[in-house]
Structures are given as C-alpha cells and as structure tokens.
C-alpha cells in the first residue's frame, strides 16, 4: 500500500528514521541468518553512526537516485548535510568521487545549465528538447569523469548512494511483498490505521532461506523486464530464464502470474507454440481458458473439450467457470456433443421512470441516490451499500481465523488480511472456519459478529469499511438478513475472495416490522449488468435471497 501522505504536521522531524530503525531492527531479530556480508556490513555500519548521518542516509534512500546534488539537499533535522555525508563516506555507505558518463550528468542538470557547460558540443540548442541534447551529448562524449570535472567545479559537490538493493532487500524482509513500504508507518503514526495484534515469529517466516529470497527477487526483476519488453525476441529471452517449479506456496504462485503475464504477451505476438507451454506450466486463471482458446486456434478440437471439461468439473473461480459456460456451446457442436441447455432462475426486474435530481450545490445526484431516495421511507430504510456492507459483515464473522497465525500468513505488523488471503489453500489452511459455520447453523453469529464490531472497531482489516459501517445499518443488517442467507453469500465469498467482493447490488431496503429486505441493483439510462453482477443476480435467485435490478430512465 503505498500512498502520498500530505498531513505530517504532527510527526516528528525524523520519524522517518525513528520508522526506519524499527525496521532495521524487525529484520535484524528474525532475518540475521539469511542476510549476506555486505547486507551485515550495511546494518552494522548504519547502527553505528551519529543520528544526522543515519537521516541523511534515510532521506536520500527515500528518493529518485542513485546521484544526488548537494545544493539540492535541503533538511531542516539535518543541521550541516555536508558534515553528514563526510561521515556517511568515511564507512563506505556513499561516495563523492564516482566516476560518470555524460548521460548520469546530463540528467542531473537543467536545459540552461547544460547549454552553460557545453555549448560547443550542441547544435540548434535553443530549439531542441532537453532529450535532444542528450542524444548529442552522448554521441560525442563517450568518456567517463568525475562530476567536477565535468561541471568545471562551478556546480558544487555531487553523492553516489550505491545500497538502494540492499534497502529494497530489507523492505522485501520485513513486508513480505514488493508493495508495501515504509509509508505503512507513517499512517500508523498519524492514527489512520490500526492493525490487528496478530502472531508473527521465527517458526512462521515468509522466507525459510536464502534461495526463497533470491528466487522472490528473481521473480519481480522478470516482471519488470516484462512491463518494458517490447520485442519477441526479449519476452522468448524472458521466458527462458523464469525459474523451475517452485517449492515455496507464495513464489509458486508469483511465478504462475509471470507465465500468465508473459504468456498472454506472447499470445498477442503470435508466438502461439511458446504462449502455450508457459500456459501448461500456470495453474491460475485464466491459464485453462487461453489454453483452450489455443488449443481451438490450431485446430486441436478434441484436447480443447477435454480441458473445457475439467474446467466445467472443477473451476478455479467464478470468472473461469463462467467464460467455460459460453465456450461449451460452440466447442460442442465441433464433436458433435450436445450439451444441456442452462436455465437461470428469474430475477425480479422493475422499469422506473423518475425525476432527474440535484444536491444543495446544484449538482446532478447519481442515479442510485435518486434509486435511494424514491425508496426510502421511514419504516423501509434504503442504504447505499454496493460492496460494503456484506463484506463488512463477512470480514467481521471470518475475523479470528483470518488472522490466525499461520505459517506464511504474516510477515510484518501492517497488515489488513494475510498473505494467503486470495491462494487457493485459504480455507484449508485454518479449520476453524467449520466453527464460523456452526455459528450461522445455530443461529449464534449475532454475537459473534457484535463482538467483532465492537472490539475491534477502526483496526484494519481488508473487508471492512469502519467509517461505513454505522450503527444503523449494522443493527438492520444482522436484525433483517437471515443466517441462512449470510451462510450461502459467505459461501460464495470464500470460494473466489478476489472476484466475489464485487459486483453486489447497489442499494439494500430493510422492512424491520416484517424482518426482512431486498437487494437492489441500479442500472440507469444505458447501463447494463456487468459479468460479476450477474454472477451475483444468479447465485440469489438460486438461493432465494431477494435482489432485483431496477433499471431507470429520466422523465
């Protein structure tokens, strides 16, 4: 998660040093067997040195380097950056006297300056783009010098900080992922975020070795070569060097996304023959899917409906399952099979012609609000809910097997939900979800999930939305909804945590004095129900949960 913070008033001048040992120190305690020599050298050196150094150091890791201009180096904590960095130089954590190509140079310097320093070398200067006089810079220029010899000494001091691997490394250690960063401690000191208090130690790692590090790293190197690749021969060079079958659950599964990704952009190059080897080798959707796609393609119809019908048999998620349903038809009548005809349980749909209206500032109100307002009354309350609320509700019931300690789970304190949220071994892997169950068989899980939302409420966790959900709508919920509907949407929820936390219904409208309710999907002028919508619409008419689709046009 990572995110600008505008707000640090309220933070000391150097938490972001006081953050960053934290994390020097989480790393050092649980990872210390796994880190190489100069990743010790680097710890050792940086605990060593006066509090400026160790900002001046953080600061400079925090931006776009590896070069740095002193007379751009301006930190009100940091009282004489050049003494800071003389310090950071004596232990070899930056260097002053690197040598440098024209083109490192050049992108440290403005237009002007670089007209100022090498006229002679540039044509139609005033007219060319920076990017242009680069170009000829580079061109005429091969040689490398040090920044004042190349400035002529009338630019003031340049700094190398060469260990941006070695701190990407300790972040990777302490988050678990490549995304997270130090960001996470910032809103945490701001009070925006609370995280659950859940079991991390050594027995439970994320990385077990060495290897298991270095393979992670592999993996986001070659996904980002893949995002800047641009010929065939690069992606058939980057799917040679993607690693063998992995042991570790996590990287199994990162390396699986890689294939799919490159995979799909051999796909589209036409390298059909290699797209489907990296394919074969992915057990994530939509693998299955573009595999029968190609497998169609060269006219290979017979294995094509064979792994359609593993797919029909045994789907990954909603998504797979229902791209297979629109396939059939077709890959059937190829071999001459006959194929049952699906049927869908009708869904109530109502045609609404209303008023187009307007908020105090004169600004036209979304069409679900309109929805809302013409059904609301004081004894049929009507919410905006769309995917809040019965996530909410479902990540307060799943609240202590979620973040359960379990081996893979949690690597760090910033987390909303753990590592394995969206694998496929979820479930499996915490059996006390069959005690979560028995609590909507018996009807009990209105105090369950009370406590959950009373105890817990504001800590962080990736399902509920606190600042939504409000007493009113909570108490309406549990009162209206029941176990036996809440058990089935669970249900669904946990098959595909990824794909079924979207495309619920628009509104919900309570009938307290009845003890009951209904869903209901907006669809405006135009509109039309989406894929996961659907999948939604159908799994409630086939389980008797009211929703239906209300569609609107303007008087």
């Known amino acids: 998660m990572s995110q600008s913070i505008t707000n640090t008033a309220d933070l000391a001048a150097d938490y972001y040093l006081t953050n960053f040992q934290f994390l020097v120190d989480w790393v050092s305690q649980r990872y210390a067997d796994l880190l190489s020599a100069d990743e010790l050298h680097f710890l050792a050196c940086f605990q060593q040195l006066p509090r400026t150094s160790q900002c001046l150091l953080v600061r400079l890791s925090s931006r776009k380097g590896p070069l740095f201009r002193y007379d751009k180096l301006h930190y009100a904590e940091i009282e004489s950056i050049e003494q800071a960095a003389t310090e950071l130089i004596a232990v070899g954590l930056l260097s002053d006297n690197a040598l440098l190509s024209i083109d490192e140079v050049a992108n440290l310097l403005t237009k ?28 005429q220029l091969p040689e490398s010098k040090t920044w004042e010899d190349w400035t002529n000494h009338q630019l003031g001091k340049t700094y190398r900080l060469d260990n941006q691997a070695i701190i990407s490394t300790l972040l990777l250690l302490f988050f678990g992922n490549a995304y997270q960063d130090l960001t996470e401690f910032v809103l945490q000191d701001l009070g925006l975020y609370r995280y659950e208090n859940y079991t991390i130690d050594h027995q439970h790692r994320i990385f077990k070795n060495r290897a298991e590090l270095e393979q992670y790293q592999q993996l986001i190197q070659l996904r980002d070569e893949l995002q800047l690749a641009a010929e065939v021969e690069h992606l058939a060079n980057l799917a040679n060097r993607i690693p063998a079958q992995l042991n570790h659950a996590g990287l199994q599964r990162r390396r699986a996304r890689l294939c799919n990704q490159l995979a799909y952009e051999l796909e589209r190059a036409n390298e059909h023959t290699l797209a489907l080897q990296l394919y074969c080798q992915s057990h994530l959707p939509p693998a299955r899917e573009r595999r029968i796609r190609l497998l169609e393609k060269q006219g290979d119809i017979a294995g094509a409906w064979q792994l359609l019908g593993e797919v029909l048999n045994s789907p990954c998620d909603e998504h797979e399952l229902q791209v297979a349903q629109r396939m059939a038809p077709r890959l059937a009548k190829k071999v001459g099979e006959t194929i049952a005809k699906q049927t869908r349980a009708p869904v109530i749909e109502q045609q609404l012609i209303l008023p187009q209206l307007v908020d105090e500032n004169n600004n036209i109100l979304r069409v679900e609000e309109v929805v809302r307002q013409f059904a609301h009354t004081d004894e049929s309350p009507c919410f905006y809910v769309e995917n809040l609320l019965l996530t909410g509700l479902f990540g307060l019931w799943l609240w202590p097997e979620m973040f359960r300690g379990i081996d893979g789970a949690f690597a760090n304190p910033f987390q909303a939900a753990p590592l394995d949220l969206y694998q496929e071994n979820f479930v499996n892997n915490r059996p006390g979800i069959q005690q979560l169950w028995q609590l909507l068989d018996d009807n009990q899980h209105h105090d369950h999930i009370r406590e959950f939302w009373r105890d817990k409420n504001g800590v962080a966790n990736h399902f509920v939305s606190w600042q939504f959900l409000e007493q009113e709508l909570f108490d309406l919920a549990l009162q209206t909804i029941p176990a036996a509907h809440l058990k089935a949407i669970f249900k669904r929820l946990l098959f595909d945590i990824k794909s079924n936390r979207s495309g619920l219904p628009d509104l919900i409208q309570f009938f307290p004095s009845s003890n009951n309710y209904r869903m209901i999907e907006v669809k405006g002028p135009g509109d039309r129900i989406q894929d996961n919508q659907q999948r939604w619409l159908d799994y409630f008419a086939a389980n008797t949960i009211p929703a239906e689709v209300w569609y609107v046009n303007w008087q």
């Open 112 to 139: 002007a300056e670089l007209l100022s320093l090498f006229m002679e070398h540039l044509q139609g200067a005033k007219q060319a783009r920076k990017e242009e006089l680069i170009a000829q810079l580079i061109a």
